[in-house]
């Protein structure tokens, strides 16, 4: 109730709406759809003052359980409840809905393939029986499952579903600024910064007053990154501490603890070495408040990356045991080989070529067995930078040679999949 009502009701309006014993504004009713991802005509009795029939999907009571679940994040529960429903006889609308909160479940937990073979599912029921709205939620979160697989169809998916929520009779700001955002995101994936600046900007527009505070600092911080890699730190930390304020409001403290490792990275790039360090801990202390380990190994990295630049290497070889040690329990296996790489680098540093050359060897032949053009280019120009130091030039020329290579390969590759596209 409390995420519902915001900042522009109480908890006790929305009791009293719920309960019936207070008649809500048009405007009230905009709000409380925008966010529970329903249309307003969900909210509204038939023509008649009767009430709506059993099959009309988002009235069923299977289906609003499904929505609860989904709105306190309960994804496992919504999953658990949601795929034994699909085994039992039910109305094409009803069946839709169920699978587009299954979907939406199996995508934020990480399973994309499954959520997308309900979301696409439901998008064919919905042909036989129009409903706009549905949609538009179904197309957004196809483009958020192909997103996580880094297919390179999520970003047409995503205009597709801001042309749906631009096309229906009543807009929701909430919802297209959210869609807004996720193709932001995308962009900022795709190294567009500017376009990604611009839709999100475009997202904060859309939002108007009705904001959401989670989404808002969501967009801060995608704004942060964006300025982040155009070189622009100053505005990079500005809206930094933007995301981390709102963060701290909605008391999100895996959230303040990801922001303030992101932090910590921009001021170590200024040179701020003790106010990165400070950061770094206050990120270890959230994640310790927050009682889980999810991403503390990339904190545990920065915190290496800093005893490299400050000449603590042999400090930060036991910081980046750990964060391997950690990254490894929970298959974080892009933190793994970030680690070897940098386990490479503070080897070299205390003049152990034979194992820093093991190190960076173990992270290209982990990223090379993931598929990561991107990041195997990035790592056989750090080894190369490493060797010429050394002054072994020809080791360093096959490396620079690969990570050219490979830098080639992936261009073509992303033309081709946008003209498919």
């Known amino acids: 109730m409390s995420q519902l009502a915001g900042s522009d009701f109480t908890r006790q309006t929305i009791f009293l709406i719920e309960a019936g014993k207070a008649r809500p504004s048009m405007r009230t009713l905009e709000i409380i759809a925008n966010r529970t991802a329903m249309p307003v005509q969900h909210f509204l009795r038939p023509p008649g003052g009767g009430q709506a029939p059993a099959d009309r999907g988002p009235g069923d009571a299977r289906v609003e359980e499904l929505q609860a679940l989904c709105l306190q994040h309960q994804f496992d529960e919504a999953i658990a409840l949601g795929l034994p429903l699909l085994d039992q006889p039910m109305a094409p609308k009803v069946e839709a809905h169920v699978r587009y909160y ?66 229906t009779e009543l807009r929701l700001p909430g919802t297209e600024a959210r869609i807004l955002e996720h ?50 730190i100053v505005r990079a930390i500005e809206y930094t501490h933007k995301s981390l304020a709102l963060y701290a409001l909605e008391h999100d403290t895996e959230l303040q603890a990801i922001g303030q490792n992101e932090l910590g ?45 400050t000449g603590r290497a042999a400090e930060g070889l036991q910081v980046v045991k750990e964060a391997i040690d950690l990254a490894k329990r929970h298959d974080e296996r892009l933190a793994v080989a970030s680690g070897h790489v940098l386990l490479g680098q503070l080897h070299e540093h205390l003049d152990n070529h034979e194992l820093a050359d093991k190190e960076l060897r173990l992270a290209i032949r982990t990223l090379g067995a993931e598929g990561r053009t991107e990041l195997l280019a990035e790592t056989h120009a750090a080894y190369a930078e490493m060797l010429d130091a050394r002054g072994d030039g020809r080791t360093a020329g096959r490396h620079w040679k690969l990570a050219a290579k490979l830098a080639l390969q992936r261009q073509p590759a992303a033309a081709a999949a946008a003209r498919a596209v």
């Open 183 to 232: 193709i932001a995101t995308i962009h900022v994936k795709n190294h567009s910064y500017d376009r990604a600046i611009a839709f999100y900007e475009e997202a904060l527009q859309a939002a108007g007053s009705m904001r959401d505070l989670p989404r808002l600092a969501r967009t801060y911080h995608g704004l942060s990154i964006a300025y982040q890699e155009r070189g622009d």
């Open 265 to 309: 990275m921009l001021l170590m790039r200024q040179g701020q070495m003790e106010r990165a360090e400070e950061a770094f801990r206050a990120a270890l202390g959230q994640m310790g408040e927050a009682g889980t380990e999810k991403m503390k190994s990339h904190v545990l990295l920065s915190m290496g990356e800093l005893r490299l630049r």
């Open 102 to 167: 299954v979907g939406q479940a199996l995508v934020r937990s990480s399973r994309p393939d499954e959520g997308l073979e309900h979301l696409r599912r439901a998008q064919v029921m919905l042909e036989r029986e129009p409903d706009p709205w549905l949609v538009v939620e179904c197309a957004d979160w196809e483009a958020s499952a192909l997103y996580l697989k880094e297919d390179p169809r999520a970003l047409s998916v995503a205009e597709n579903a801001l042309k749906l929520c631009r096309a």
